[in-house]
Nanobody, 126 residues
């Protein structure tokens, strides 16, 4: 059974930083593309960042590029998202997603077909 458990969210002031983690189990983590998506209150899912399993090649949405960094530790079966220079509009529930082919990056509707965790809440407020 695929399990993805996110952690690291919290309340932070604008301009602050957080580091999210996602512990993966139940599948061979090191061979899968992975993504982070988020869902703001009352809005749909938004793809945020993705990473290839071996090369570590990364991809970002325009809204977070140069502020967020996705990374992974295949030895620890863990996915990370470093959030810097946070803005109020970054407030959302953040989910890690097992995303083969980065399909969610190309079409957010694939989110319903993927495995994702329960999410971790990030709130940016002064």
């Amino acid at each position: 059974e695929v399990q993805l458990v996110e952690s690291g969210g919290g309340l932070v002031q604008p301009g602050g930083s957080l580091r999210l983690s996602c512990a993966a189990s139940g599948f061979i983590f090191k061979i899968y593309d992975m993504s982070w998506v988020r869902q703001a209150p009352g809005k749909g899912f938004e793809w945020v960042a993705g990473i290839y399993p071996s090369s570590g090649t990364t991809f970002y949405s325009d809204s977070v590029k140069d502020r967020f960094t996705i990374s992974r530790d295949n030895a620890k079966n863990t996915l990370y998202l470093q959030l810097n220079s946070l803005k109020t509009e970054d407030t959302a529930m953040y989910y890690c997603v097992k995303d083969p082919g980065l399909r969610v990056r190309n079409d957010i509707n694939w989110i319903s077909q993927t495995d994702r965790g329960q999410g971790t809440q990030v709130t940016v407020s002064s």
